[in-house]
């Protein structure tokens, strides 16, 4: 038993948390059992909230900037935890992933060209890539016995054929770990990506929001460990930017932190022009905890890692038995369970949608929020006490089990 706290079934209402605070505006009613935005019903570690403490103590919360320990902070744990040497240089401090996914196209793309996204995804990459002017490349993930992979074969010819007709593929924005879809992607899978990349000179935003959240037996693979570690990428590194972040591993996402690892001079500095006007700084809270959660924070991590992995089996054990309608997809990381809702029997995503907001009174996320690739599909966040989680799946299994009885 770790002394750690994640089944207090704590009340979130009026904390300002969009998951729940929002659920009027977002679902219709405030009867929702909120299971969707990636964030956690548990308080962070105990130690990142302690350090926050003395830093409200200290009372100086004016602009703020990334010390010496905080760069130690984040190369420590990506070196214990991945085994992933990330010079000092090559780190740069972001409000979020999302805005420095916006910064990196900035930086790199003309309009029209082409950048690939893999749906069904977390759709702020269609955002990013439509605020830059540039055509969306998209490379659908293939499922088989709801279980997804990578369609390189097919990526290779949409390359071709983009180029032909003048859009020119110049970036990839890759989710790895995959959000929704929860794949932990294989080494040998990251690298056919990245040798295609490299052929076809294509720069590679490689999103690791959720590189800390994997359940046992499966291991997340920075590519730019994997690009270190091998020659034939010497050249190809200097077009690979890694994104990353403490938010959704210690439930900090409020706090508005993240990091961006890229490697070659030329391209930090144009994305640091593309960064001018449009970013002032860090919050020292959000650096604080960032640094808090790395040097002391792993303890907590592991325990919440074997909680999620008890939620996990919990959710596939309980949909077996009394929801078999509905797929689970073979979960290997991240908190978000992409259920196949499409042997419901609903001709249309709005029918699925209505259905899990009024009849069942639970807020998800919309497969098809993730690209019409995720039509007929729900993503359910786990990160909640059990209890919650199985008030959610009650509610869905009465719902369902009243339609066929309607
Ligand atoms: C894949 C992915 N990227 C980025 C984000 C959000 O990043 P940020 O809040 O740092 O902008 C999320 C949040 O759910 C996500 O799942």
């Known amino acids: 038993m770790s002394n750690f706290e994640f089944s207090s079934l704590e009340n979130r209402d009026n904390t300002m948390a969009t998951k729940w605070d929002k659920r009027e505006e977002i679902f219709g009613s405030q009867d929702i059992l909120p299971m969707w935005v990636a964030d956690s019903d548990w308080q962070t570690a105990p130690a990142v909230k302690k350090r926050l403490q003395e830093k409200v103590e200290e009372g100086i919360f004016g602009y703020s900037f990334a010390d010496q320990s905080i760069y130690q902070a984040v190369q420590d744990w990506l070196q214990r935890r991945f085994d992933l040497a990330v010079k000092k240089d090559w780190l740069i401090f972001d409000t979020g992933v999302v805005p420095a996914i916006n910064f990196t196209l900035k930086a790199i793309t003309e309009p029209d060209e082409a950048v690939i996204v893999q749906p069904p995804v977390y759709r702020p990459f269609y955002g990013a890539v439509k605020n830059n002017n540039c055509q969306l490349l998209k490379n659908e993930l293939i499922k088989t016995n709801n279980y997804y992979q990578m369609d390189l074969n097919h990526l290779e010819k949409q390359i071709k054929e983009s180029n032909q007709q003048g859009n020119r593929v110049r970036a990839m924005i ?221 509610r869905i299994k009465t719902a369902v089990a009243s339609l066929e009885n309607g």
């Open 174 to 394: 890759f989710c790895s770990p995959h959000n929704p879809v929860g794949r932990v992607w294989q080494k040998e899978e990251l690298l056919k990506l990245l040798r295609l990349l490299k052929k076809e000179d294509i720069y590679l935003l490689s999103d690791e929001i959720h590189l800390d959240l994997i359940l046992p037996g499966y291991q997340h693979t920075p590519v730019l460990k994997l690009l270190l570690a091998r020659d034939e990428f010497k050249e190809y590194r200097k077009k690979v930017i890694s994104l990353m972040a403490a938010s959704k591993t210690f439930n900090i996402a409020g706090l508005h932190t993240s990091y961006t690892i890229i490697e070659s001079r030329e391209l930090r500095a144009a994305y640091q022009k593309a960064k001018e006007g449009f970013a002032t700084g860090n919050s020292p809270f959000g650096l604080l905890a960032l640094k808090s959660a790395y040097n002391e924070g792993e303890e907590w991590l592991e325990a919440q890692l074997k909680y999620l992995e008890a939620n996990y089996k919990f959710l596939q054990q309980y949909i077996k038995e009394n929801i078999p309608q509905i797929k689970v997809t073979e979960e290997e990381g991240t908190y978000l369970i992409w259920l196949d809702c499409s042997q419901l029997g609903f001709e249309k995503d709005e029918q699925l949608i209505e259905f899990m907001n009024k009849n069942a009174k639970v807020g998800l996320n919309p497969g098809r929020w993730f690209g019409d690739a995720g039509s007929m599909h729900m993503r359910l966040n786990i990160a909640c006490p059990r209890q919650r989680l199985e008030e959610g799946l009650k």
